[in-house]
């Protein structure tokens, strides 16, 4: 059984899918703002499943598969799905696999990389993949080690990316982005699985264009994956009738950075839909 997050509330379920990195709890700033308009659900990704070997995990595709799994097992259908930068690669692939499943979806600040990226890491192999991949490698390196809770805390802090988090965010990774160990604290999400999920990112372009539910896609102005106007223009091109809406000032990690106005935006897009 597929382990999930209940964060409360009633009528619709929404289902929120983490990035990489994040587990669930961390969101918890963002998706508390749900709650009091509809049943807030999100399963922890195969990465945070105890006894997952990184090393034989393959495509993105197989976390679209989880995620329809676990709707299947759950018995939930029309979901709204909404998923963060990896989370939302997931959700866009399962709801066009599933149509079935979902009433709409929400993509934040998606993985969408440019078509010539995939071009040229098609049919090489893993390795290859790894040796020439920066982000792999730089998660490979990650300082995962800490010898007590306020160590950990001070080294958070001292990030820059740590420092656009809203407070409530800061709190919210310190208390589940960490956890304790026997000789100390060490990340929840494993660096070995975060460079895995790097190394092995999926083309979503052909899905992008195959959106079957009201979409709203959203990105952060300073992203880090959608970097040009070019690029989130192509994204545009693409997905047709989706509402591609920008989050001036923030970056990739825009839930954390913005969870109330965030949240705020996006129950007004479901919300106008259910009017309508």
Request: with cysteine.
């Amino acid at each position: 059984m597929i382990e999930f997050e209940d964060f409360g509330g009633e009528g619709t379920v929404v289902h929120f899918a983490h990035a990489n990195a994040y587990p669930i709890r961390t969101y918890q700033p963002f998706l508390s703002q749900f709650v009091q308009h509809f049943h807030m659900i999100g399963m922890h990704q195969r990465p945070m499943w105890e006894g997952e070997d990184a090393d034989s995990f393959s495509d993105w595709g197989v976390l679209a598969d989880d995620l329809i799994l676990f709707l299947e097992s759950q018995s939930i259908t029309k979901v709204i799905g909404m998923g963060h930068s990896m989370g939302g690669i997931a959700t866009l692939l399962a709801s066009v696999k599933r149509p079935d499943l979902f009433r709409k979806i929400v993509l934040i600040d998606p993985v969408i990389l440019p078509q010539q990226v995939y071009d040229m890491q098609k049919d090489k192999p893993l390795d290859q993949l790894k040796q020439f991949n920066p982000m792999y490698q730089q998660a490979s390196r990650r300082r995962d080690h800490w010898s007590n809770a306020d160590e950990a805390k001070a080294y958070f802090e001292s990030k820059a990316f740590f420092q656009r988090f809203a407070p409530s965010s800061q709190e919210a990774y310190l208390a589940h982005g960490i956890r304790e160990t026997e000789s100390g604290y060490t990340l929840s999400y494993s660096r070995e699985w975060e460079a895995m999920i790097y190394a092995t990112a999926t083309n979503p372009w052909s899905a992008l264009s195959m959106i079957k539910h009201p979409c709203m896609i959203i990105r952060g102005e300073h992203s880090d994956v959608m970097r040009s106007d070019t690029e989130w223009q192509a994204v545009k091109d693409v997905a047709t009738s989706a509402e591609c809406r920008q989050m001036d000032g923030t970056g990739h990690l825009i839930p954390q950075e913005i969870p109330e106005i965030l949240s705020l935006s996006i129950i007004d897009f479901i919300t106008d839909l259910q009017h309508n």
